[in-house]
């Protein structure tokens, strides 16, 4: 019978071996590798074993269906450097067209993550995450406006200058789905007093421009940044996510909070699920991504992201101290750009 250990195969330093020994390392300690290979190719006992024996070749098909159940980079199959690292992207963004697409598949990992019960999604933010901004239309259309204008130099729609107004209904429509998702998965932020920043300093710089259309309307930015950090703030406060806002229901996804006082280097986000897999997004050249499921490096990574919880205070559940004091030192920087808006007018 085959256990835990590895059977020996005809050819100890063959590429097939060599594949079955990564998928080893990814089985829980019960597991038995014969079962799990008839069960994720659909093979019978039998013909598992022999694939794993190497009596049988295993098939480019097979390879790749494992590979991507366990998450192994076939990189190091293909007698690459045992340093080196796969990563997946997807086309660049050139067009708007580009741009939906790449959001309809960030919506579309959200929903892979999602369909494992045991996922859990860590994310250091550097910045807010935005599927926090995406619950919110004005919030979502000043984000994608800034992308769209300033990160790709879309400035124009049919021939007409963007405002926020003309955001496309159906790209926003996708930051909402991507929000909805987002409060469906079990999450861990870390955040610090530099991550609310950037989008302070957005807002200002686009109203001082003129490139917003009314001081209202950057009124109304504020007023949504400070309904947006009420909810993450009541998040907190449970250690779950919102669902329904206005009745403050929550739903069964955890989320878990952690303030650092040092500040954050990048927006990493690191997905776990189906108990022994992984995968890492971090965004390049706007909202462009790189993921990779490589067992070494995610792994890595997951160690950090664990080193730097352990530097941080978590704030959600707990730590009611830290917690007030983190969001009232946030809803006060909210209310000074606020008050700068107020007393000035780009407009006249």
Same mark, same amino acid.
């Given at each position: 019978?085959?256990?835990?250990?590895?059977?020996?195969?005809?050819?100890?330093?063959?590429?097939?071996?060599?594949?079955?020994?990564?998928?080893?390392?990814?089985?829980?300690?019960?597991?038995?590798?014969?079962?799990?290979?008839?069960?994720?190719?659909?093979?019978?006992?039998?013909?598992?074993?022999?694939?794993?024996?190497?009596?049988?070749?295993?098939?480019?098909?097979?390879?790749?269906?494992?590979?991507?159940?366990?998450?192994?980079?076939?990189?190091?199959?293909?007698?690459?450097?045992?340093?080196?690292?796969?990563?997946?992207?997807?086309?660049?963004?050139?067009?708007?067209?580009?741009?939906?697409?790449?959001?309809?598949?960030?919506?579309?990992?959200?929903?892979?993550?999602?369909?494992?019960?045991?996922?859990?999604?860590?994310?250091?933010?550097?910045?807010?995450?935005?599927?926090?901004?995406?619950?919110?239309?004005?919030?979502?259309?000043?984000?994608?406006?800034?992308?769209?204008?300033?990160?790709?130099?879309?400035?124009?729609?049919?021939?007409?200058?963007?405002?926020?107004?003309?955001?496309?209904?159906?790209?926003?429509?996708?930051?909402?789905?991507?929000?909805?998702?987002?409060?469906?998965? =079990?999450?861990?932020? !870390?955040?610090?007093?530099?991550? $609310?920043?950037? &989008?302070?300093?957005? #807002? *200002?710089?686009?109203?001082?421009?003129?490139?917003?259309?009314?001081?209202?309307?950057?009124?109304?930015?504020?007023?949504?940044?400070?309904?947006?950090?009420?909810?993450?703030?009541?998040?907190?406060?449970?250690?779950?996510?919102?669902?329904?806002?206005?009745?403050?229901?929550?739903?069964?996804?955890?989320?878990?909070?952690?303030?650092?006082?040092?500040?954050?280097?990048?927006?990493?986000?690191?997905?776990?699920?189906?108990?022994?897999?992984?995968?890492?997004?971090?965004?390049?050249?706007?909202?462009?991504?790189?993921?990779?499921?490589?067992?070494?490096?995610?792994?890595?990574?997951?160690?950090?992201?664990?080193?730097?919880?352990?530097?941080?205070?978590?704030?959600?559940?707990?730590?009611?101290?830290?917690? =007030?004091?983190?969001? !009232?030192?946030?809803?006060?920087? $909210?209310?000074? &750009?606020?008050?700068? #808006? *107020?007393?000035?007018?780009?407009?006249?």
């Amino acid at each position: 019978m085959l256990g835990t250990k590895m059977v020996k195969m005809r050819n100890p330093r063959s590429e097939q071996n060599h594949f079955f020994e990564l998928v080893q390392t990814r089985l829980e300690s019960e597991e038995l590798i014969v079962d799990k290979v008839a069960e994720v190719l659909h093979l019978s006992r039998d013909s598992a074993y022999r694939r794993i024996r190497g009596i049988t070749d295993l098939s480019v098909r097979e390879m790749v269906i494992l590979a991507r159940y366990y998450g192994i980079g076939l990189n190091k199959l293909l007698g690459e450097h045992e340093n080196a690292v796969v990563f997946h992207r997807r086309p660049f963004i050139k067009s708007l067209d580009d741009f939906k697409n790449h959001l309809i598949g960030e919506l579309q990992e959200l929903e892979n993550i999602r369909s494992y019960s045991d996922h859990h999604v860590y994310v250091q933010a550097k910045d807010i995450p935005v599927f926090h901004l995406f619950r919110f239309p004005k919030l979502a259309a000043f984000q994608l406006y800034i992308w769209l204008k300033s990160v790709y130099d879309f400035s124009k729609i049919e021939g007409l200058h963007y405002n926020l107004s003309m955001i496309p209904q159906e790209l926003i429509d996708i930051a909402l789905q991507q929000n909805e998702a987002y409060n469906k998965l =079990n999450c861990s932020e !870390i955040w610090n007093d530099t991550t $609310i920043l950037s &989008l302070i300093h957005q #807002i *200002e710089y686009h109203y001082e421009a003129g490139l917003l259309s009314s001081k209202e309307e950057a009124l109304n930015l504020c007023e949504e940044m400070h309904k947006m950090m009420k909810i993450i703030y009541h998040q907190a406060l449970q250690g779950k996510k919102l669902i329904r806002v206005d009745e403050k229901e929550f739903g069964s996804t955890s989320y878990k909070m952690h303030y650092h006082e040092i500040s954050l280097a990048d927006n990493h986000i690191l997905a776990e699920f189906n108990r022994n897999q992984r995968r890492y997004f971090i965004p390049y050249a706007g909202i462009n991504t790189l993921k990779t499921g490589d067992p070494i490096f995610t792994k890595n990574i997951h160690d950090y992201i664990k080193a730097q919880t352990k530097k941080s205070s978590l704030i959600s559940d707990i730590s009611e101290k830290e917690r =007030n004091k983190f969001f !009232i030192r946030i809803k006060n920087r $909210i209310d000074r &750009l606020k008050s700068r #808006i *107020e007393k000035t007018d780009p407009f006249m």
